[in-house]
């Protein structure tokens, strides 16, 4: 027998239609590239989503076609990702740190058939366009009194003068739940970068569960800021979690220095705030410098890499704001863990509540987790047994987009490429990372990619690339190199090498000279064995 209760689409639309009727005066305030400050509402959002909506009806753009962003974090890209979605396209937010070669590999790869980008990022597309081979529209977040006139790019047009004449009503399609709204590509895995493809039902069960007390405890009384950029992983879901209860939007745009960050708490009485921890270094570090303290500030979510408990308990003893500690992944639209403490941890004291507190914390619901040994058993959850952690939900991906890399599950579970320790009250501990990658600062660096890069150098024999402990951006690439015999290799020659190759931010910051890179049985190079000889190198940067 079926229930009887009616079947509603759980579609991203709705959440602009709420936060529009019942949040109308909600305010949304962007710091813009331009440098001003700019302020508007949930209604306005709205109104303006429908116009993007109408603008790519017009474009006679087809359900499910990708448009493409480079942009900050703003009202502009806040709209993109109503309308986009609402429409029954794809928001494809590209990352704009990614080398020029990088971009113009995804965007094809993705078919983008429109791009809409940040006035800064004008050099970036001026290098990228003529090869981008789908992309059939290029439009300037910016009004067309700032539209350059000679940028090159064909029929380059500005966001305002596209979307500003349209009709400000539309009737949202409804369509399958299940169908594509956005999409997010990840070099967190090896081989090429994978796009994690998420669904109007994944992300609407996402920003539900985000909002929950327990997780992101999100309401109509809070004002946001997220500072993780809306192009890793829809911000981690907190601009669709801030429209579902109504909560105040404070945008960063380009300017994430401590200053700008803390000016923008302070001046917005922002209650919560999300980013990396380096993010928060540089904020703490302006802090301190000038004896400053927060007057609105609650509580600020952290995650990407392992939040250092010392920056917890700065956060918690010296200014009074709760750390949520938070663990997730591209492949799970983020959320998976977020440290909350239960009621039996209230009344231990200070050290205690610190040892839990450093942890990446519980499950939260709609995500189910466990952990394996090399033979596939499981493990217990006693805190102290640590082996690869699995995941499994209705928003973790089950495939890459296109099938990239075939299918990833491990009899129905995701494999996060993550090592850890769960305890028997539930809470996950990241110990390790069985992936062969580099997180600097947030943001993923390949290492396959570096030793590609060094191993064409006509002296290099064999090179390995591995993180390094780095004090500001979490870890650094080294790459530790066999020459051929007889060759001649300084440093500075192999890091000139790399230069234009890939990202600046993505060159190691050292060059070790070894006489053999340990191997397994296979020949596969043996990193964990090279760090272990390794451990007492310092890196030159840190
Ligand atoms: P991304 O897909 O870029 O969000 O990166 C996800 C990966 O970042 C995870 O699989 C972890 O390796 C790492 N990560 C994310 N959050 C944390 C955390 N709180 N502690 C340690 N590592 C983390």
Same mark, same amino acid.
């Given at each position: ?205 996402? +920003?539900?569960?985000? #909002? *929950?007390?327990? &997780?992101? $405890? ?5 004002? @946001? /800021?997220?500072?993780?950029? !809306? ?74 890499? +392992?939040?250092?408990? #010392? *920056?917890?308990? &700065?956060? $918690? ?5 709760? @750390? /949520?500690?938070?663990?997730? !992944? ?213």
């Amino acid at each position: 027998m079926l229930g009887l209760m009616q079947s509603q689409q759980l579609l991203i639309s709705s959440l602009i239609d709420f936060a529009e009727r019942h949040h109308g005066e909600g305010e949304i305030v962007s710091r813009r590239v331009e440098g001003d400050i700019h302020r508007c509402s949930y209604k306005d959002i709205a109104r303006r989503s429908r116009q993007v909506a109408n603008a790519l009806d017009g474009m006679q753009l087809a359900f499910g076609d990708r448009v493409a962003t480079l942009a900050w974090n703003g009202y502009r890209h806040l709209e993109l990702y109503f309308g986009v979605s609402g429409s029954g396209r794809v928001l494809h937010t590209l990352n704009p740190r990614l080398h020029p070669d990088q971009i113009v590999w995804i965007a094809n790869h993705s078919e983008d058939q429109v791009l809409c980008f940040d006035m800064s990022f004008l050099p970036i597309v001026k290098a990228v366009h003529a090869r981008c081979t789908t992309i059939k529209h290029f439009i300037a977040l910016c009004d067309a009194t700032n539209l350059p006139a000679d940028s090159g790019i064909p029929g380059l047009q500005s966001y305002e003068a596209w979307m500003g004449n349209q009709a400000a009503q539309y009737a949202w399609p409804e369509f399958d739940e299940n169908s594509a709204s956005s999409m997010c590509y990840t070099s967190g895995t090896t081989g090429n970068p994978k796009a994690a493809l998420y669904s109007h039902r994944s992300t609407i069960l996402h +920003a539900w569960a985000g #909002a *929950m007390p327990d &997780a992101l $405890n999100m309401s109509a009384r809070d004002s @946001v /800021l997220p500072v993780v950029p !809306m192009f890793h992983v829809n911000a981690w879901g907190l601009p669709y979690s801030a429209a579902m209860t109504g909560a105040k939007m404070v945008f960063p745009g380009p300017a994430m220095d401590g200053k700008s960050i803390f000016d923008l708490i302070e001046s917005e009485k922002v209650t919560f705030a999300a980013g990396v921890p380096t993010v928060w270094q540089m904020m703490l570090g302006h802090m301190q410098q000038g004896g400053l303290r927060f007057s609105t500030l609650k509580r600020t979510v952290i995650g990407g890499s +392992a939040c250092p408990p #010392a *920056m917890i308990s &700065a956060f $918690n003893d010296d200014y009074g704001v709760e @750390v /949520l500690h938070a663990w997730g !992944m591209t492949e799970m639209s983020p959320l998976g863990t977020v440290c909350t403490l239960k009621n039996k941890h209230l009344s231990l004291d200070a050290s205690q509540k610190m040892a839990v507190r450093i942890k990446q914390g519980r499950g939260i619901y709609g995500v189910d987790m466990k952990i394996i040994d090399e033979k596939g058993e499981e493990l217990p959850w006693d805190g102290k047994a640590y082996g690869d952690l699995l995941v499994k939900g209705p928003w973790v991906i089950r495939e890459y987009f296109k099938g990239e890399g075939g299918s990833p599950l491990v009899k129905g579970w995701f494999p996060t490429g993550d090592v850890a320790t769960i305890d028997a009250d539930g809470y996950l501990q990241i110990t390790d990372r069985s992936k062969d990658v580099i997180k600097s600062g947030g943001e993923w660096i390949s290492s396959i990619d570096v030793e590609n890069i060094a191993m064409a150098h006509p002296a290099v024999a064999m090179a390995a690339c591995i993180g390094m402990k780095h004090p500001k951006w979490d870890e650094r690439p080294v790459v530790v190199v066999v020459k051929k015999p007889g060759a001649d290799l300084a440093r500075e020659e192999l890091l000139a090498f790399f230069e234009g190759k890939t990202a600046k931010w993505q060159i190691p910051d050292d060059v070790i000279f070894i006489d053999a890179i340990p191997l397994g049985a296979t020949g596969k190079m043996q990193k964990v064995k090279l760090r272990e000889t390794l451990k007492d190198y310092h890196l030159p940067t840190a």
